[in-house]
């Protein structure tokens, strides 16, 4: 299986939000929407900053705005 | 291999970008910047309009403005 997990660089720091991420979708309000492999979703606030698929890497940053 | 395939989304239309696309990540001028697993590079246009990973799909969709 091909889910990533997902981080939010904050700080410097990369915090693990997400494990086994399958879907990530823009929302209207500008967050995205995380949804799991089992169905479980999440919402992050903050801009994507790398995708790394073949390490299984999705890392969002927080927006300072 | 978790590589995906990029597509672009036109017109109601997928269009395959590039195939075997490891890294995802934005430039500064608002472009995204796309590696494929052999290094080859693409940039593509547009704002990510839903990525599956466990489908091994990421699609774009070209902005109008």
């Known amino acids: 299986m ?3 997990d997902a981080y939010l660089l904050k700080d410097g720091q990369e915090q693990l939000l997400m494990e086994s991420v399958d879907v990530v979708e823009p929302e209207e309000d500008g967050t995205w929407r995380l ?6 979703q999440k919402t992050v606030r903050g801009k994507i900053k790398r995708m790394n698929l073949v390490n ?7 927006q300072t705005e």
């Open 2 to 4: 091909c889910e990533a």
């Open 35 to 40: 949804v799991g492999i089992f169905g479980d």
């Open 56 to 62: 299984h890497r999705v890392v969002f940053e927080s």
